[in-house]
């Protein structure tokens, strides 16, 4: 399995702490059969900033360890930026990092809001020549309340990447509930850790894959597992036609 999303880099945001904690943290993914992950700090999210080259830095660092410990596991550069009126300048400064200088660009919302700028944004990304993954929107109080703000976006062209601990119920049953909607109504392409540690926040891929073959058919989970490899691959990832979702006395209801 690839992980698009964690936060293993030690010491420069509320991932792993240390390089033990960091190694500790590989040592987990690697049991999970997980053999390749992104490493996206966080940056702009108003406590931390961790620009490209830093981050870089940070990777060569961690490969040098992995290989000394034979832990067989690839890390590779990434970075979770959360929108801000200066993105595009940061991008075009090579501030913000792409996932392994691919076209993709993981892209995080506050946790209670939408800015209202957001979607001028996203358009602006996409005209730079590169694709916005918004991460975790299924924990966006905003979107939860209204999921056809994530409709228009994927719409337009933007992705999507769900946690896994979303699926498998560890934020709550609302949580959970509007992860699997995303998934039924098209409107989510990757799923990822969002690891943090190896206890409260662990790396619990293999479980929430499972549970995606169990509850939607090996078609939709073998997507799953293919769209990290050809984002890899800085090819097309797999995408269906989105379908609206509006919620009415608390329950989804689909619209053409």
Known sequence: ?????????????DGAKTMEDSLAMARAAVEQGIHTVFAT??????????????????????????????IPLTILV????????????????DI???LQDTSYILVEFPSFEVPRYADKLLFDIQVAGFMPI??????????????????????KGALTQITAASLTGRFGKKT????????????????????HNTSSRRFILQEAFQLVRKEFGWDV???????????LENQYVHRVEPILVK???SIFKIFP
């Open 134 to 155: 918004i991460v975790h929107p299924e924990r966006n109080q905003q979107i939860a309340e209204h999921p056809s703000i994530l409709y228009d976006f994927v719409k």
């Open 41 to 70: 700090p966080h940056h702009q999210n108003g406590y931390y900033m961790n620009k490209k080259q830093d981050i870089v830095n940070k990777v060569k660092q961690f490969r040098n360890c992995l290989q000394d410990l034979n």
């Open 1 to 13: 399995m690839i992980d698009i999303h964690t936060h293993i880099l030690p010491g420069i945001d």
């Open 247 to 249: 919620k009415k006395n």
């Open 176 to 195: 959970q509930q509007l992860s699997y909607q995303l998934i039924e109504h098209h409107l989510t392409h990757f799923i990822a850790s969002d690891a």
């Open 96 to 98: 913000i990092a792409p």
């Open 78 to 93: 990434g970075q979770e930026t959360r929108i801000h009126a200066d993105f595009m300048a940061e991008l075009n400064e």
């Open 221 to 231: 989970y073998y997507t799953f597992m293919e769209n990290p490899q050809l984002l």
